[in-house]
Nanobody, 120 residues
Framework: QVQLVESGGGLVQAGGSLRLSCAAS????????MGWYRQAPGKQRELVAT???????NYADSVKGRFTVSRDNVKNTVYLQMNSLKPEDTAVYYC??????????????WGQGTQVTVSS
């Protein structure tokens, strides 16, 4: 069984930084795209950043220049470095990964979510 476990959320003042981590575990054959999404209260879940296995990245316009997504393919882990945080970044952040399991079935997996709160 494949699972994604996130860590690193918390409370930070505006202008501060946080680093999120998400580790995939289980019977994994390969991992394609990995990324981060977020959902603020009363809003739909939105893309924050994605990264391909080869390292190509994609960012939401609202986080460009402030957030950096990276991954460690040996550790099956994706990171999100968040700098210059703003109150509008407050949300539950979810890790996402496109994983082919050891049985060669391909599925989209989600982490449990981690709360990020930015105070003004």
């Amino acid at each position: 069984q494949v699972q994604l476990v996130e860590s690193g959320g918390g409370l930070v003042q505006a202008g501060g930084s946080l680093r999120l981590s998400c580790a995939a575990s289980g019977r994994i054959f390969s991992i394609n795209d990995m990324g981060w999404y977020r959902q603020a209260p009363g809003k739909q879940r939105e893309l924050v950043a994605t990264i391909s296995r080869g390292g190509s990245t994609n960012y939401a316009d609202s986080v460009k220049g402030r957030f950096t997504v990276s991954r460690d393919n040996v550790k099956n882990t994706v990171y999100l470095q968040m700098n210059s945080l703003k109150p509008e970044d407050t949300a539950v952040y979810y890790c996402n990964a496109d994983i082919r399991s050891a049985g060669l079935l391909r599925n989209d997996y989600w982490g449990q979510g981690t709360q990020v709160t930015v105070s003004s």
